[in-house]
């Protein structure tokens, strides 16, 4: 069979991704494996590809299939819109927005199937009986054994040549209880573990192929959780001789140690970001994440001292939060004096502790294409939920007055008029005199770290 895997993006904005996506390309490896003829069209990727009338023409797709993220659904109904104008093929839809939403888009009939869960080996099973369907199958997927998941062929995938990072996963699942975060609908509470040997054997296999891969980036929900297995990663990378830094997704202020960062830091790392998500004592007590900012200031310090770049990560609006309560994430995110800062507006995401607290204490509106970062030109969208005493457009507001006020966003003259208009239509003066120093710090370490990273990639 001919499968045709699609990530919608607008194809007016530049990539976002620098990898094609991974689950559509452990699917697409496990679909060649079994004999099918599969093609992987990320276009937050490859803005460029091919339009789908244009790969629906040359390829007729037997199959085609989508994967569907809240904040881009407009896309991706216009994109489905465009696929059943176009062919009769039968369409799948997955990822995270169909997993969590399986029901509601039965219910729509925006495809002859919903796949709900990890779908790695799955797709691939149930492609023989995927065809034009009259309602709307829901077919639902059990985690898979890692061990039966193979390595990503990028080669299937549109421009794969042109990746810049390699994406790693170690393992999937997270144990803790984060009140916001979806993980435990989508890839479980349990931590599997592939084989590290095999990821090593992966890597060194993919690198030869991909000569504009900078970094390795590791990609899993919690990839310290078992701190020892992760060092005697690090250490074997390392005995290795593997050639590219680190990039490491989701580190915890609580699961790592000296030794960890020394090892990390001789191998190779671009930088570090912990999670604090709010710097009121009261709101991040409330979002269960079993830390204390105790330890989010103590991990910062290690990093740093260790000489490698602190990230950090916030999220405006969590439970319990109000405007004065975000003047605290503000200070402490100040006074850690990050690198950079990744300011985040709170999705209610469904089956989460957190969308329930907002169901009995708020309102929660149309989630679809509402993002949770800040655009390069401080740009936002509207709030998906609020309280009586945090609106949405103040929620909205306190978003970019924490980007001014830490100096978080990019001092690029093409914004400047922009900023400009925002400041002065948002009344945030003040937010932005107080940060601006913040802001040529920031800068200026950024761009000297971008200068001292491509003499190095010049070297290498």
Known sequence: MKILLLNPHDPAAPAVSPWPHLGLTLMATRARDLGHSPAVVDYAFAPRAPAVAELIAE??????????????????????????????????????????????????????AVFRGECDLAFARELPGLRRESGTRIISAEPPSLDEVPPPDFSLACGSADLTSYPL???????????????????????????????????????????????????????????????TFLRNYARRGIDRPLHIDNLRADRFDDEMLDLIRRIGVDHLCIGVESGHPGVFAAINKGETLEDIVRAARMIKRHGIRLYVCFIVGLPESTPAAERESIRLARALKPAWIYWNLFQPHKGTEARAWFESHGRIFDEEDKSSLIGLGLGTTDAPCDTPDFPADARRRAHIAASLATGAYWLNPLYFPRYAALIRREGLAGAFIRGLPAALRINAGMLGHRIARAARGRRR
């Open 59 to 112: 390829r007729s797709p037997d199959v085609i299939g989508v994967t569907l993220y809240t904040a881009h659904m407009s896309r991706a109904r216009a994109l489905i819109r465009e696929i059943r104008r176009l062919t009769d093929a039968p369409l799948a839809v997955g990822g995270p927005h169909a997993t969590l939403y399986a029901d509601e888009l039965a219910a729509e009939g925006l495809a002859d």
């Open 169 to 231: 996963q170690l393992s999937r699942g997270c144990p803790f209880g984060c009140s916001f975060c979806s993980v435990r609908s989508i890839s479980t509470r349990r931590v599997r573990y592939r084989d590290p040997a095999r990821c090593l054997d992966e890597v060194e296999a993919a690198l030869p192929r991909l000569p504009k891969a900078r970094f390795v980036r590791i990609v899993d929900d919690c990839p310290t959780f078992d701190l020892e297995r992760f060092k």
